[in-house]
């Protein structure tokens, strides 16, 4: 079946620096999309991508459709402490309407 | 837009008894919703897919008898844990979709189940 490498699985990093997070997929897929997760809380959407190639910002938050339809990577800039978190990509290959689940980024900012 | 409730956000059981969750969205209609379940540490997993008005598609190795799940209006998903057990104890989070033509879901705030 299809699924998802998400890499790294976990950053620690300094307040203002930037991240980059990726995820790889055995397939092709259709829709991308990136959510962040807070202890104890549901999944909140930050960017969704339906296009191959397609670029999109979400204020510090810049996530990209890889050209080959098998690959996204989420970028934050100036990092601040709210952004801790775990943050998951996921995607849709086929027309079913289910996600696919990475691994998830665990990301840890000190001030 | 898009929001997504879940009642309740915990509740703690003794074992043997069933437990019924809802997922509501707010402010659209949802024809499909996800049902999740989240273990400490690890990533989303899918138990079922919930159509309004038919029955649910559950994942392989997800028992349907154990968790029944009901779609009976456009803004309103139930999962019913029957005779919870320890082992069902879990982070259980709904999603729905928006519109057809697009994959984007949109989740609740997740309900934490104890089963004693």
């Known amino acids: 079946g299809q699924q998802l490498n998400q890499s790294p699985q976990s950053m620690f990093i300094q307040e203002g620096e930037d991240v980059s997070m990726n995820c790889t997929s055995s397939s092709i897929f259709n829709t991308w999309l990136w959510y962040k997760q807070d202890p104890g809380e549901g999944p909140v959407l930050l960017i969704a991508l339906y296009k191959a190639g397609e670029l999109t910002s979400n204020g510090r938050l810049t996530a990209q459709f890889g050209i080959t339809r098998k690959d996204s990577f989420l970028n934050i800039s100036a990092s601040i402490p709210s952004d801790v978190g775990i943050y998951f990509c996921a995607g849709q290959g086929g027309n079913t309407g289910k996600l696919i689940f990475g691994q998830g980024t665990t990301l840890q900012v000190k001030p | 837009g898009a929001v997504v409730s879940q009642h309740p956000s915990w509740v703690i059981c003794k074992s043997g008894t069933s437990v019924k969750i809802e997922c509501r969205s707010l402010d659209f209609q949802a024809t499909t919703m996800f049902w999740y379940r989240q273990f400490p540490k690890q990533s989303l997993m899918l138990m079922a897919t919930?159509?309004?008005?038919?029955?649910?598609?559950?994942e392989q190795g997800v028992e349907k008898d154990k968790f029944l799940i009901n779609h009976a209006s456009l803004t309103l998903s139930t999962l019913t844990v029957t005779s919870a057990h320890p082992e069902d104890s879990s982070f259980y989070i709904c999603s729905a979709r928006v519109t057809l033509n697009r994959a984007t879901q949109y989740f609740g705030p997740g309900t934490r189940l104890l089963v004693l």
């Open positions: 919930s159509n309004e008005g038919s029955k649910a598609t559950y």
